[in-house]
């Protein structure tokens, strides 16, 4: 397992990262963590020409707050958010997702931009950044762009970043105190990604579901927003009945691809556990429980 | 591409190397500066084998460029004893049976030795997830256990 | 008598019985192991694989010169290159043969087509890419069950017509063997006349040991001198270098095999492969050390898988639980080549030890071994050969019968031990069972786990739909092969060896047959001198794995290091100690029968301040010895045993399955073994956790499994199930001592017993978990998606 031969290039500002991107194009990746990419690159499944590594460029990490937003570099580590007194308080959500990537060695390498920008269906940010109501602010030759999750996220290696574009940092909307949250992940064993999993973020206002967003993890070509789920309880006293149809919901607008995790039923099925254990989780979370 | 001239503190040597970009860090480690106590177990950066300590934190060398090493601080099992006494991890390790065939120890040792920098007084679940980046085949993992249990112990007297 | 004083001196020794520390700890924990991959010698190049993207396809060309054009290689081997030395096929431990590099065709996905040799490994990567095959894709036959068919593709087109591929006659292209024992009439008219018959077919999933070190070497051939240095992940360092000789025609005493530290081996190292070959060619060809390493993707897909027996069980039984009869029938999935490592008689290995620890009076197996389009093996992963496989039929046969019958597993077993006085126990299929106490076993592990208690509550939470299992298992297995009259490879008797030296001021060198891989042999067999000869065990070095100075031994596997290479380091340190007991009647002026054994010394009876100790009479060995005996102090001993051991164990596992996603979780694990006499019990505890542990990767997790076209599917450690310390559950161990009557200390080996026995435990509970909600038999693995079939099948996830 030995990557192919390759051109390498450490920029240490964004300029000169994306100054590199656009001379080399298609034929350049950029690496972030590397857990993803030099796997690939291994077993020549990528065999980029030029390497654009992002690691020596400061101003991609850190976790901060500003404008009524926490701000979260691209290059910020899996640990890095676990850490974070700040996201434990504000996005607890991420933090509590990141304990459930990887290792204890991946997540001192994997940072949450690669995890986001990959477009692996099976990584585990995605979904959670679909539930906290994330926005990505993307870096590029013609300047910053911001979009929002919802929408970001188009298919397997496939998002909305655009040619010559990086990910810059994540913006979440800090939560109120009657936020809840929970990320539910089924997988075979440490390191692996999702069978499947559920994240959820949801706001009550007394006992009515005022906002809820449920990103669903590796049962589909992306993360999958579960708008139909979302819509059964928005507006509802979610009750076990209601987590149930919602559950049903989610389960409807999967589409996974069978593999040595189970078959398509039993992901199904499995998005749908995932789903209800989340739902249940966060519910009690914004009542004021654990 | 030309080879890169990097250097970086390898268990408190200045060392240096002529690398190419592609030439992962444990080759280098291993092949370059013979220091061959990091092994080479799944290449998929899943079994641990290969950690080892950079800038404080635990790194698997099979999933990272020797450039990327330019500049840092690395400790390796080789530079874990200091002064001719062996780290509390080591001695806990024999004292607990916690290796067999060694080749996954000097990752473990890593490993625990920056997990208990972490986490001084560990609880077994604590352990558990700790040190779940690293396998062993061997040893069913009850005495590695016992073995950092033991280690935080010595360390915490000290 | 036995005094303080002597009871200090002994526990100096720290003999056999010590949980002393290990002597190999030491290197291990600064870096200094010295494996294959740290070996690097001047000059060296390293070898790569091209390999086959398909399952069966034939070769049309191969186009090396854009490989050959790349600096820094040196060359590309295809089977075309290794025709004119007769390199491109071997012979195989099994009697068959196996294509070196793919001649004309492949059979195999992953198969070795080329090696590509260059100066570094990442050159060696690059040309792999570039050598140009040309393939003529042919129709895969991946379903064992559809091997004899008429229409079936044939595989080994090398072997069409052949009578037989060394293992008896045959009767398809794609047929190797069929192989049964015990009288079929008497145990068809069993089942005729019994009460009760239960039948399961069951699987035994294709699985890898997938040691953490994969396999690999450095072959350097000298030219000037003729000789042939080879480093090698072997557990059989002799055998490899007496079949180097065969295929290669360098005189055995200008090879030499070395098996430096090895990462692990658990039978994925038993086999000599491709890669070993071509090295070795290489270095020949090419003047300069070659070294080849496998990656873990090539590991897992080519070298030396194991199980893949897909068997039916029956058992025939009076209708309050007296067994009668066994009859089991397997197909068993050999791959592309014959190339299991079993001993050389037995293309089934100790397969019909399968009537376990019960007194069956007539049983009768049949095994059909085929080819298919995967990779070749079928080797002994951590068990003795096929003893996984023959445990696993019968102990979960006995849960299927304790069903039918609705009687508890544990009351069957119970019923139909083999008592403690029927040893020596002469079994249906011709075992000579060394010794055993099953029932006291079995109950103290009910008494510890309260047994009654546990079925309690299963049965509680079975009302309230919760899914809890238990699981038992009272296994036996046969190690330590072997009595050379049965047990032989390629013709070499399966006796081990040891040699031992003492040195004038005492400190020991003893050098064995055998080469450790974790199981520290390197302190356990000092212990046994150390008792033997009273000398500590700190003084006594033990060498292993070098060809040139240790004495020829059959190697590591099989448990048999203990029974076979243990029982020789014994002999010969009873060889020694009787010179020993001359000089120090010389010494003494006393006569030999006046003497008497006293921990570290010979005493005179009567007369206990008058002594020689082992230290004294090392010394007068070099240059005081009575008149005609030779000067020096050492001894070698062939150990042939005269039969196998018996280890045998009661395991309990138990099971709580999530309704809603499967995920298994073992609560509570308790292994009682016997091993016979322990010789360091931080050891065998050791050894057992590990044990344990691949069990439950097997049970729960692992598979080899592979698409329609023959691809394998999860070659990685992505998909390759190795538990984490988070998922690994806590294992709870005990022991009884039986010891082996004919081995010389009574010792019986103990690191694979708890593999053997640990797979149907585990499997046994989650069956008992979904049999008692009127589920039938679910194979292996137990993972979270299997499990939540049965459940879903069962409707207990309903919401």
């Known amino acids: 397992m030995i990557p192919g031969v390759f051109d390498y290039h450490a920029p240490t500002t964004m300029a000169d990262a994306i100054a590199l991107l656009a001379q080399y194009g298609d034929e350049a990746k950029v690496l972030a963590g590397g857990h993803s990419l030099l796997p690939m690159m291994k077993l020549r499944f990528a065999e980029p020409a030029y390497l654009i590594d992002l690691n020596k460029i400061n101003?991609?990490?850190?976790?901060?707050?500003?404008?009524?937003?926490?701000?979260?570099?691209?290059?910020?580590?899996?640990?890095?958010?676990?850490?974070?007194?700040?996201?434990?308080?504000?996005?607890?959500?991420?933090?509590?997702?990141?304990?459930?990537?990887?290792?204890?060695?991946?997540?001192?390498?994997?940072?949450i931009g690669g995890d986001i920008a990959h477009g692996d269906p099976g990584n585990d940010h995605p979904a959670v950044m679909l539930a906290v109501g994330a926005s990505f602010v993307l870096a590029g030759p013609a300047g910053e762009r911001t979009v929002a999750a919802d929408g970001f996220f188009l298919g397997t290696y496939w998002t909305g970043l655009e040619e010559g574009e990086i990910l810059k940092e994540i913006l979440v909307p800090p939560v109120t105190a009657s936020t809840g949250h929970g990320y539910a992940k089924l997988k075979r064993k440490t390191g692996d990604y999702a069978t499947a999993g559920a994240a959820v973020q949801l706001t009550l206002n007394g006992d009515v579901c005022d906002s809820i967003n449920i990103g669903l993890t590796n049962v589909g070509a992306c993360a999958i927003k579960a708008t139909e789920a979302e819509d059964v309880l928005r507006g509802q006293v979610i009750t076990e009945a209601l987590i149930l149809t919602a559950a049903e919901k989610a389960m409807a607008m999967t589409d996974p691809a069978e593999d040595l995790r189970g078959d398509v039923e039993y992901k199904t099925h499995m998005a749908g556990e995932m789903c209800r254990r989340a739902l249940r989780q966060a519910l009690a979370r914004a009542k004021g429980g654990a | 591409m030309a080879k890169q001239h990097i250097t970086f503190t390898l268990n408190g040597q200045a060392v240096e190397a002529l690398v190419h970009p592609r030439e992962l860090l444990i080759h280098v480690l291993r092949e370059q500066l013979m220091q061959t106590g990091a092994h080479i177990g799944c290449e998929t950066s899943h079994c641990g084998a290969c950690t080892i300590d950079i800038d404080n934190e635990s790194v698997k060398a099979c999933t990272m460029l020797a450039v990327q090493a330019d500049g840092a601080d690395i400790l390796s099992v080789e530079g874990l004893a200091a002064n001719g006494e062996l780290h509390a991890v080591q001695q806990a390790f024999v004292d607990e049976h916690g290796l067999q065939c060694g080749f996954c120890t000097p990752g473990m040792l890593l490993r625990a030795y920056r997990f208990l920098k972490e986490n001084p007084t560990p609880t077994e679940e604590d352990i558990r997830w700790g040190m779940s980046g690293n396998l062993c085949r061997c040893t069913g993992y009850q005495n590695i256990i016992k073995a950092v249990q033991t280690a935080s112990r010595t360390l915490q007297a000290e | 008598m036995t005094t303080a004083e002597s009871l200090d001196r002994q526990d100096k020794l720290q003999g056999v019985g010590c949980s002393r520390k290990r002597k190999e700890d030491p290197r291990f924990i600064q870096g200094k192991g010295n494996y294959v991959d740290d070996i690097k010698l001047p000059g060296m190049l390293y070898g790569d694989f091209v390999r086959s993207p398909y399952a069966h396809a034939r070769i049309k060309s191969i186009n090396k010169e854009a490989a050959l054009a790349l600096p820094g290689v040196h060359a590309v081997l295809t089977a075309d290159d290794l025709k004119p030395l007769n390199l491109h096929w071997m012979p195989t431990l099994a009697g068959d043969k196996q294509a070196v590099l793919a001649d004309e065709k492949v059979c195999f996905q992953y198969q070795e087509v080329a090696m590509v040799i260059a100066d570094d490994r990442y050159i060696a990567a690059d040309a792999t890419e570039l050598v140009e095959v040309e393939y003529e894709e042919l129709p895969p036959l991946v379903d064992p069950h559809k091997a004899l068919l008429p229409d079936a593709p044939i595989i080994r087109e090398d072997a069409a017509g052949a009578d037989e591929v060394g293992q008896g006659q045959r009767t398809h292209p794609n047929h190797i063997f069929t192989w049964d024992v015990g009288d079929e009439a008497m145990t068809d008219r069993a089942f005729e006349n019994a009460d009760v018959v239960v039948s399961q077919e069951m699987l035994n999933q294709r699985v890898h040991p997938s040691p953490l070190e994969t396999c690999g070497c450095v072959a350097s051939f000298d030219k000037v001198r003729g000789e042939l240095t080879l480093y090698l992940t072997s557990q059989a360092p002799h055998v490899v270098r007496t079949v180097v000789t065969m295929l290669s025609g360098i005189p055995e005493s200008k090879v030499r095999v070395v098996s430096p530290d090895i990462g692990g081996g658990f039978g994925n190292k038993v086999g000599i492969y491709p890669g070993y070959v071509v090295s070795i060619v290489a270095s020949i060809v090419l003047g300069r050390p070659v070294k080849w390493i496998e990656d873990r993707i090539e590991n897992l897909s080519t070298t030396a898988f194991a199980r893949d027996y897909h068997m039916i069980g029956e058992l025939a039984a009076t209708k309050d639980g007296k067994i009668k009869g066994l009859r089991v029938n397997v197909l068993a999935d050999h791959g592309a080549f014959n190339a299991h490592a079993q001993p050389t008689k037995w293309p089934a290995g100790f397969f019909s030890i399968c009537t376990g620890s019960y007194d069956i009076p007539t049983a009768y197996a049949k095994v059909k071994g085929v080819y298919t389009n995967k990779a070749p093996g079928g080797v002994a992963y951590r068990c003795s050969f096929r003893v996984t496989e023959a445990v696993y039929v019968v102990e979960r046969m006995i849960d299927v019968l304790a069903h039918k019958l609705e009687m508890d597993p544990a009351e069957l077993r119970m019923k139909n031990f083999i008592q403690p006085e029927q040893f020596p126990y002469h079994s249906a299929l011709g075992w000579e069972y060394d010794s055993g106490d099953y029932p006291t076993a079995l109950k103290k592990v009910m008494e510890a786990v309260d047994y009654a208690g546990l079925r309690k509550e299963q049965a509680e939470k079975k009302a309230r739909g919760e899914i809890m299992g238990i699981g038992l298992c009272t296994f036996t297995e046969v190690v330590g092969a072997g009595p050379s009259k049965s047990c032989d490879i390629l013709g070499v008797g399966m006796f081990d060896s040891a040699e031992i030296r003492v040195h004038p001021t005492g400190s020991v060198i003893a050098r064995m047959g055998t080469i450790t891989q974790g199981q520290g042999h390197q302190t356990t067999y000092a212990q046994i001198i150390a008792t033997e000869l009273g000398l500590s065990s700190e003084d006594i070095q033990i060498e292993e794995g070098d060809t040139s100075t240790a004495p020829y031994g059959l190697g590591t596997y099989g448990s048999r290091s203990t029974p076979v290479g243990g029982a020789a380091t014994v002999m010969a340190?009873?060889?020694?100690?009787?010179?020993?007991?001359?000089?120090?009647a010389h010494l003494m002026e006393v006569s030999e029968n006046d003497l008497e054994w006293d921990v570290d010394r010979f005493r005179v009876a009567g007369n206990h301040e008058q002594f020689k100790t082992m230290k004294d009479i090392a010394w007068a060995a070099y240059n005081n010895v009575p008149e005609g005996m030779e000067m020096g102090l050492e001894s070698v001993d062939y150990y042939d045993p005269p039969n196998f051991t018996y280890p045998f164990g009661a395991y309990l596992c138990v099971v709580d399955i999530d309704r809603f996603t499967g995920e298994l979780k073992v609560r509570r694990f308790y292994a009682l073994d016997d091993c016979g006499t322990r010789i360091n019990p931080m050891i065998i505890e050791g050894q057992v956790h590990g044990g344990l542990n691949e069990a439950f990767a097997v049970a729960t997790g692992q598979e080899l499994p592979y698409d329609e076209q023959g691809n394998l599917l999860g070659n990685t450690f992505m998909d390759y199930f190795w538990p984490t310390m988070v998922e690994t559950p806590v294992w709870e161990l005990d022991y009884t001592v039986t010891p082996s009557p004919h081995h010389p200390m009574g010792a019986k080996g103990v690191a694979e017993s708890p593999h053997v026995g640990g797979i149907p435990c585990i499997s046994n509970a989650v069956n008992d978990a979904f049999m008692q909600f009127g589920a039938s038999h679910v194979n292996m693995p137990h993972n979270a998606w299997r499990n939540w079939k049965a459940i879903h099948e069962l409707g207990l996830d309903k919401q």
């Open chain 3, 573 to 584: 340190a009873r060889k020694i100690r009787e010179k020993a007991r001359k000089i120090a």
């Open chain 1, 59 to 111: 101003e991609l990490r850190g976790i901060s707050e500003a404008n009524g937003m926490v701000r979260i570099g691209a290059m910020t580590t899996e640990n890095q958010l676990i850490a974070s007194d700040l996201l434990a308080q504000k996005c607890p959500l991420i933090p509590e997702a990141a304990r459930l990537v990887a290792d204890p060695q991946v997540r001192n390498r994997g940072t």
